[in-house]
């Protein structure tokens, strides 16, 4: 994956950039059997960094978290998750032209920027399916 290197210290501006450099290089994390999405306007839920469908018709949301205690946020992937899940008919009609399967779980994907141990832990525990990926900025400047 080309890495991107960052010398802003303005977090949003390098969460945009890691999403929009995991968009590019999607192919890395994911087969070929997943799409993206345009990403839906669901005012209450900010868990969707990027949405997937793969051809079996089963939705992926990608989360990026920032480095740090990742109990809150993942807190908060948890409750949006439980709102994203509830609405997922209303995905269907949102995405009319593609096959999405609203009986299928939504997977989703964490990419976390620190060690995954600990998050590995918790995530045993939920009754939805979550992939985490590590990823990494190095905060220099240019391109790699």
Same mark, same amino acid.
């Not at 609203?102 to 939920?126: A, M």
């Given at each position: 994956m080309k890495r991107k290197l960052f010398t802003v210290e303005n977090r949003s501006y390098v969460r945009g950039e890691i999403i929009n450099d995991l968009n590019d290089n999607l192919h890395e994390f994911c087969d070929v059997t997943w799409s993206v999405l345009p990403k839906p306007l669901i005012s209450d839920v900010d868990i969707i960094d990027i949405l997937l469908l793969n051809t079996n018709g089963q939705l992926s949301v990608i989360k990026v978290l920032e480095r #740090? &205690?990742?109990?809150?946020?993942?807190?908060? =992937?948890?409750?949006?998750?439980?709102?994203?899940?509830?609405? %997922?008919? /209303?995905?269907?009609?949102?995405?009319?032209?593609?096959?999405?399967?609203?009986?299928?779980?939504?997977?989703?994907?964490?990419?976390?920027? #620190? &060690?995954?141990?600990?998050?590995?832990?918790? =995530?045993?525990?939920?009754?939805?399916?979550?992939?985490?990926? %590590?990823? /990494?900025?190095?905060?220099?400047?240019?391109?790699?």
């Amino acid at each position: 994956m080309k890495r991107k290197l960052f010398t802003v210290e303005n977090r949003s501006y390098v969460r945009g950039e890691i999403i929009n450099d995991l968009n590019d290089n999607l192919h890395e994390f994911c087969d070929v059997t997943w799409s993206v999405l345009p990403k839906p306007l669901i005012s209450d839920v900010d868990i969707i960094d990027i949405l997937l469908l793969n051809t079996n018709g089963q939705l992926s949301v990608i989360k990026v978290l920032e480095r #740090g &205690d990742y109990a809150a946020p993942l807190g908060k =992937v948890i409750l949006d998750y439980a709102t994203l899940n509830a609405q %997922r008919e /209303r995905l269907r009609k949102l995405y009319s032209h593609e096959h999405i399967d609203t009986l299928k779980h939504i997977i989703v994907k964490l990419f976390i920027p #620190g &060690d995954t141990e600990q998050i590995q832990r918790v =995530v045993s525990y939920l009754s939805f399916p979550v992939d985490i990926y %590590r990823y /990494r900025a190095i905060m220099t400047g240019g391109e790699a």
